[in-house]
Each structure stands twice: as C-alpha cells, then as structure tokens.
C-alpha cells in the first residue's frame, strides 16, 4: 500500500516559490492530489489529476507528478498562502483512500 | 452551492457507541460517492471510509473495519457513519467528503464534528 512522505515543513519569503513534494514508489502511475487546510478549516482542494486546479484556485498553484514524486508549487507565495497541506490519492489494490503527512508552509 | 452539515459527535467512553449523520444540500445526493476522513486533534488527515452512490460497495480504512459502519438515506440526503466499540484514538474532528468519482478528488468537505472518547 501507499505511503506518501511529505517533509513536515517548508518557509518561503512573499513572492517567492514554494514547492511541496510527496513522494512514494512509483507515485507517476497514481492521480495525486492536493489540499490546502488553515487553522481551524476545513480542507480545500487545490490541485487535483495531477495538475489541475478547481474553479476560484489562484494560477499561482500547480502540480506536477513524476517518478516517485508529486510536487505542489506555489508561485508567487502571498501571506494568505500560510496553510497546512495534503497530498491524496486513491489506492485502488486494496480499495483505499490515503493522505500525505501533510507539509506545514510558513511564508517568512 | 454544495453544502454538507455533520452532527452527532460528542464525548463517550472507551467502549461505547456513537452515530454521525451528515446532510448534504446543494447537490444532487443520490449520484454522488461519499466519505468520512477524520483529523486527530493536531494531526494529519486519515481516510476512514466510502460509501457509493447506491450504497455498495463500502470501503473502511484498517483502523476502523469491523468497529465503524457507513451507509445513506437517499431519500433524505444523508450520510451516516456508525461508530461502535470507540477507542482513545478515535478522538478526532470527522469531516464528511463528497469525491467527485471513484477513487478520486474530495472535491467538497464538511465542518466537521469533534468525536471525544475519554474514560
């Protein structure tokens, strides 16, 4: 089964690039995605297949997934970027969801 | 605007039972695959469980298989998710998750209800 590693944190001055990886064997055959939760909300998904965004999720975000690696990034790094964040996928050998361990980003 | 609204959590003992309910508005229910994912005060997130649109096939993470049961009212728009033989670590806030297809994104959450289980 999946374990996605994600580093526990990761600081960014404003307006400069955050990149978030979450890594597993062979993570490129799995849709990956990503979910941006603050203090005491709920998450929102803002990556989704890969490299996808939802209606109202800034540019900024993107994704990318190779190898053994997901990565999220996040351009141009505002204050309101400061969140907790998740990586996801679907196990589909033994029918279960699973969670990054989340990667706390603090924006300097 | 999709809407989902979980209640029923609360404090129990080790041991005892409790049922969530979540109702869904703002969506067309009846087609829409569902899940709990829980988060433990000040941890991650876990997946615990998935119900289809009709109701089978049901999946539960390890954690909780053989103690927690998922299942729908259509009817009434509802999720439930029954929760027996509770543990410590089953404390968490249960947030309850619409994916937008099998095996794919949480593409609506709700705000969750704290689950306390202390003696």
């Known amino acids: 089964s999946y374990v996605l590693t994600q580093p526990p944190s990761v600081s960014v001055a404003p307006g400069q690039t955050a990149r978030i990886t979450c890594g597993a064997d062979n993570i490129r055959s799995k849709s990956v995605h990503w979910y941006q939760q603050k203090p005491g909300q709920a998450p929102v998904l803002v990556v989704y297949?890969?490299?996808d965004r939802p209606s109202g999720i800034p540019e900024r975000f993107s994704g990318s997934n190779s190898g053994n690696t997901a990565t999220l990034t996040v351009s141009r790094v505002e204050a309101g970027d400061e969140a907790d964040y998740y990586c996801q996928l679907w196990d589909s050998i033994i029918d279960r969801g699973v969670f990054g361990t989340g990667t706390k980003v603090t924006v300097l | 605007e999709v809407q989902l609204v979980e209640s029923g959590g609360g404090l129990v003992r080790p041991g005892e039972s409790l049922r969530l309910s979540c109702v869904a508005s703002?969506?067309?229910?009846?087609?829409?695959?569902m899940n709990w994912v829980r988060q433990a005060p000040g941890k991650g997130l876990e997946w615990v469980s998935y119900i289809s649109s009709g109701g089978s096939p049901t999946y539960y993470a390890d954690s909780v298989r053989g103690r927690f049961t998922v299942s729908r009212d259509n009817s009434k728009n509802s999720l439930f998710l029954q929760m027996n033989n509770l543990r410590a670590e089953d404390t968490a806030l249960y947030y309850c998750?619409?994916?937008?297809?099998?095996?794919?994104?949480?593409?609506?959450w709700g705000q969750g209800t704290l689950v306390t289980v202390s003696s």
């Open positions: 998750v619409r994916t937008y297809a099998t095996g794919s994104y949480y593409d609506a």
């Open positions: 703002g969506v067309n229910f009846s087609s829409d695959e």
């Open positions: 297949n890969d490299g």
